[in-house]
């Protein structure tokens, strides 16, 4: 009897072993970060897009674009948000040499823009008209959505002086750290409601 448990114990112990060696590291599986899966169907690139089943963006996103407090040196007063569009990074400077940091999604090449505007206006789960421009170029878009989670501007938006740029969320977060947008700034949901809690109207925006 005790034979036989014993060759069942190092049966299992050799399995288990086969079973382990086949698994992926821990290191590979649960990296700090976010995990994202495309849309059925859809490919991931991290280039351009070769065809229309292809999505640029991140399966997964560093975890350099969690919202963060970093260092911040700038003259720039308390409450001002800063866009630093090459590093994919939006400050919020709090003073005293900090700032709070956010991992964002760019304009796309040819898009690009830089400037100082306010926030003339705030929204929760905003809806969308997309411009002409926008709808010449891609004839599939509606005329009008309403807000809501299918909404590309996510649960909130900064709109910025008299542009139609604005900062807001978004329902594919893996494009945060992408050059990817017609020239709004993207956050993830849950970063851009962060910032909507502590951003007035009235503030400074500066794009870099």
Not at 69 to 74: A, E, K
Not at 98 to 106: C, D, K, M, S, T
Not at 120 to 132: F, L, Q
């Amino acid at each position: 009897m005790i034979v036989k448990i014993l060759r069942s114990l190092a049966a299992f112990t050799a399995l288990a072993g086969v079973v382990a060696a086949a698994m992926p590291a821990q290191a590979d599986t649960f990296r700090p970060g976010w995990r994202f899966a495309p849309p059925p169907g859809i490919t991931m690139t991290t280039g351009k897009p070769q065809h229309a089943l292809a999505l640029q963006g991140n399966g997964y996103v560093s975890p350099i674009y969690l919202r963060q407090v970093v260092p911040y040196s700038t003259s720039e007063s308390r409450g001002t948000i800063i866009v630093d569009t090459q590093s994919h990074f939006l400050y919020l400077v709090l003073g005293d040499g900090r700032a709070l940091r956010y991992g964002i999604g760019v304009a796309r090449s040819g898009f690009e823009w830089k400037g100082s505007h306010r926030v003339t206006r705030k929204a929760e789960w905003p809806s969308w008209t997309p411009p002409a421009e926008m709808r010449k170029r891609q004839p599939g878009l509606p005329a009008f959505m309403e807000g809501g989670p299918n909404n590309p501007l996510g649960a909130r938006a900064l709109y910025l002086g008299s542009t139609l740029y604005r900062i807001h969320g978004t329902n594919e977060p893996w494009s945060i750290g992408q050059n990817v947008s017609s020239g709004c700034i993207r956050m993830t949901n849950e970063d851009v409601i962060d910032l909507y809690g502590r951003v007035q109207v009235s503030a400074r925006v500066v794009v870099r």
